[in-house]
């Protein structure tokens, strides 16, 4: 039985999204004959010649460029080397691509791939996860996907919807996560997924976290408690609906994010829940984020600064006792 | 004339010996009059009251402006900036598009959601500028790129900045990567000497910006920016050289903006002998000049073009003051274009 990764799975979407679709081109350093930094578009340029195209180390050009590419009718896929680097592309991001739409009446159908998160050694330029700081501009959608099936159908969807997506991709899960072949069918990235159903707390999380997540979960339940894991699988759109029934049903909530923790998606997701749904909460909602430091690169330290399973477990603990 | 700008560079080139012809000179004459009387329309609207937010004027650079956007055709496309009222005209921009978005009519292009200059109709090859200075030079490039794709051949990408846009990092990428990509870009810098208040020498080093183009590897033009024949000849032939396969061509004029950087600023930090010198010289005034001497139109024709201009100016304005402001119950709110991706609350 063959299986699948992560990151073969995006390399397959866009396989399938060159192959399908004449607007589609990627645009991304090392992208061409090289096949990407991690390989995401592995021999994706002798497949489809002139449709993965070596850009400059202009990440402001290379998002400006593919804003134009849109504004024309093509669907550009733009790789960032690391999602680090999308900060040098932050204003056309912002303020071009975001704002297009609303301004103009023309859509901007563009996909950023932002190879997100942390792994050991990355240290602090090629490690963080900036799903937040995407989230907070209007008119930008933001994908965070935490499985092997999400990561291929999702990207296809970002690539099919009119509006910019910032897809981000975990690193971290790349090699590790595997399934077994690709999904045909899917759940529309806006919609949350109730990952491992529960009674006694829910946790809401996204990408790698979704699987320290779960592994805390798991040992949660040799204890007797049976602890909800909600995916958000997008943060932008979020699917509040979807949170605030599982709270409804547990009561407690601990929200869980590898990003730093300052006005990020885990603060967004416990406002909305205590503005809406306060009556649901038997217990002050709580959030476990990285430290708020840059993330640094021992090892020993990375594996300190971002949530684990271990500390995910001891969150619920206090959690279960409040 | 042509300059080799150095050894294994393209060439520096200046207008030279290139004639115009009298029709297109004063087709040319005849949007830059009107942008000129269409944006003393915009100041005294805005001195009434009627606009909110900045005015931002071209005066003084009417001659660059509309010799670019008059070597453009359909189907080019076309991303101005700040100062670039003859130009819009030139490339089919009517004055109704302008008046309403300065305006703040809900029927306009922008619909209220964006004004003054921050314009146009992207579908139509007329890109809509943001702000952020330097911007729009990759995002052109994108839609070159897409034209290609599409086998399009024969088309041109243009647009326009100042100096001080010259200095950001966008400007730099965006230049390299056409550059990279043999695109039929047309880049037209305009020097009016000051960004906001600061000079020249505070903005870059080297010695004409047009040396730029030695580095990118692409070719340099020269151009006088308040003589209409000059910029004539030079855009004719900057935007025939991209158009037939020529890649990237950096356009620099040298002028002076014979008004502030918007309607609150007096541009009292340029000097007296600046506005003395050559380059204080009004565009306008020199080319209808030109035309008289020639004898290409007499005082009596230019006259009626003015009142033609004029009546068109109030009837589109008295129009445009009429008609609805957008009304925020009725405003959707949602920043995006896909139906589902909307639906949350
Ligand atoms: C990236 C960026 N920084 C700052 C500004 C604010 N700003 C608007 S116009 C301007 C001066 C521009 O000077 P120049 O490029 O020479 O054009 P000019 O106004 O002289 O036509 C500045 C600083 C901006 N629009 N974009
Ligand atoms: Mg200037």
Redesign the interface.
């Known amino acids: 039985m063959t299986s699948i990764t992560y990151l073969e799975a995006i390399r397959a979407a866009q396989a399938h999204a060159l192959k399908e679709d004449s607007r589609v081109?990627i645009y991304g350093q090392d992208v061409g004959a090289f096949g990407g930094a991690f390989k995401a578009t592995k021999n994706l340029a002798k497949e489809f010649p002139?449709?993965v195209m070596d850009?400059?180390i202009?990440e402001?050009?290379?998002?400006?460029?593919?804003?134009?590419?849109?504004?024309?009718?093509?669907r550009?896929i733009v790789e960032m080397q690391f999602a680090d680097f999308s900060t040098c592309g932050l204003?056309?991001i912002a303020?071009?691509a975001?704002?297009?739409?609303?301004?103009?009446e023309?859509?901007?159908?563009l996909v950023v791939r932002l190879p997100s998160g942390g792994t050991s050694g990355g240290g602090p330029f090629h490690s963080q996860s900036l799903e937040a700081i995407y989230a907070y501009f209007?008119?930008l959608?933001v994908m965070t996907p935490g499985t092997v099936e999400d990561a291929y159908t999702m990207l296809l969807e970002a690539i099919n919807?009119?509006?910019p997506v910032i897809f981000c991709e975990h690193k971290f899960l790349y090699y590790h996560l595997k399934a077994e072949s690709l999904p045909t069918t899917a759940l529309?990235a806006?919609k949350a997924r109730v990952t491992r159903p529960g009674r006694d707390a829910t946790i809401v999380t996204y990408s790698a976290m979704l699987h320290e997540s779960l592994a805390a979960a798991a040992e949660l339940s040799q204890d007797g408690y049976e602890i909800e894991v909600v995916d958000l699988r997008s943060v932008?759109?979020?699917?509040?609906d979807t949170i605030l029934a599982s709270v409804a049903r547990t009561g407690r909530l601990l929200v869980v994010s590898e990003a730093f923790p300052w006005g990020g998606v885990a603060a967004e997701v416990i406002a909305r829940v205590t503005a809406e749904g306060f009556g649901l909460l038997d217990a002050p909602p709580q959030r476990l984020n990285a430290k708020d430091t840059p993330v640094p690169y021992h090892p020993a330290l990375w594996g300190t600064h971002r949530p684990t399973a271990s500390t995910i477990a001891s969150a619920l603990h206090r959690l279960l006792k409040l | 004339m042509e300059q080799q700008a150095n050894n294994n560079c393209k060439s520096t080139t200046t207008g030279g010996t290139l004639e115009i012809a009298s029709d297109l000179y004063c087709q040319a004459y005849r949007l830059m009059l009107t942008a000129r009387l269409l944006e003393e329309k915009l100041a005294a609207l805005k001195r009434s009251g009627k606009i909110v937010g900045g005015v931002f004027l071209g005066r003084g650079q009417e001659a660059l402006s509309v010799a670019l956007g008059i070597h453009l055709r359909k189907g080019d496309i076309y991303a101005p900036l700040i100062r670039d009222q003859a130009g819009r005209l030139a490339f089919g921009e009517g004055m109704l598009d302008a008046l309403r978005t300065y305006l703040g009519s809900a029927l306009g292009s922008m619909r209220g959601r964006d004004g003054n200059i921050h314009r146009g109709r992207p579908r139509e090859g007329y890109f809509a500028m943001i702000s952020h200075l330097g911007a729009m030079v990759s995002a052109v490039c994108g839609a070159l790129i897409a034209r290609r794709f599409r086998g399009e051949t024969s088309i041109v990408g243009a647009t326009c900045i100042g100096d001080g846009g010259t200095s950001t990092g966008s400007f730099h990428e965006g230049l390299n990567l056409a550059a990279i990509e043999k695109l039929p870009l047309v880049v037209v810098v305009a020097n009016n000497q000051y960004a906001y208040s600061t000079p020249n020498s505070s903005q870059f080093a080297c010695h004409h910006l047009v040396d730029r183009a030695i580095g990118y590897g692409i070719t340099g033009h020269r151009v006088i920016g308040n003589d209409l024949a000059d910029c004539l000849k030079v855009l004719q032939k900057a935007v025939a050289a991209a158009r037939t396969g020529g890649g990237p061509q950096l356009v620099v004029a040298d002028l002076l903006r014979l008004i502030g950087h918007a309607d609150h600023d007096d541009a009292s930090y340029i000097t007296e002998a600046q506005k003395q010198s050559p380059l204080g010289r009004d565009c306008l005034i020199l080319a209808q000049n030109t035309i008289l001497e020639k004898r290409w139109m007499s005082q009596e024709e230019l006259d009626l073009w003015q009142k033609e201009i004029e009546v068109e100016i109030e009837a589109t304005t008295t129009r445009v003051l009429r008609e609805p402001a957008p009304d925020p119950e009725e405003e959707l709110w949602i920043p995006f274009a896909t139906s589902h991706i909307h639906s949350e609350s």
């Open positions: 081109f002139g449709r850009s400059p202009s402001d050009a290379m998002i400006g460029m593919a804003i134009g590419a849109a504004i024309e009718g093509m550009p204003n056309q303020n071009h975001a704002t297009l739409f609303y301004r103009t023309v859509p901007c159908p209007p008119g959608v919807i009119d509006d529309p806006n932008k759109p979020l699917d509040t």
